[in-house]
């Protein structure tokens, strides 16, 4: 079936960097768009950045540009989200998603000193 886990959230301190995996399983990966999503408590969920299918074009939210970067490695089925400078406001469930069809769990990220 089919499956995407996160994984490398926790908590930081402001400024510190954090890197988030997202592995998936039971599709064909590579015919997919692959985005992060974030849900800070009590809000609703947001756009974070998305991926191509090859990788070659990326897009991210304002909030995280120049900060945040997405990648990902077809061969090994993950998306990762490196998140560098972050801050209090960066704090949230952290998901993945594949075109909005498919979801992970969620992993979180405490961006607290």
């Known amino acids: 079936q089919v499956q995407l886990v996160e994984s490398g959230g926790g908590l930081v301190q402001p400024g510190g960097s954090l890197r988030l995996s997202c592995a998936a399983s039971g599709f064909t990966f590579s015919n997919y768009r692959m985005s992060w999503y974030r849900q800070p408590p009590g809000k609703e969920r947001e756009f974070v950045a998305r991926i191509s299918w090859s990788g070659d074009t990326t897009y991210y939210a304002d909030s995280v540009k120049g900060r945040f970067t997405i990648s990902r490695d077809n061969a090994k089925n993950t998306v990762y989200l490196q998140m560098n400078s972050l801050k209090p406001e960066d704090t949230a469930i952290y998901y993945c998603?594949?075109?909005?069809?498919?979801w992970g769990q969620g992993t979180p990220v405490t961006v607290s000193s």
């Open positions: 998603s594949a075109d909005r069809l498919y």
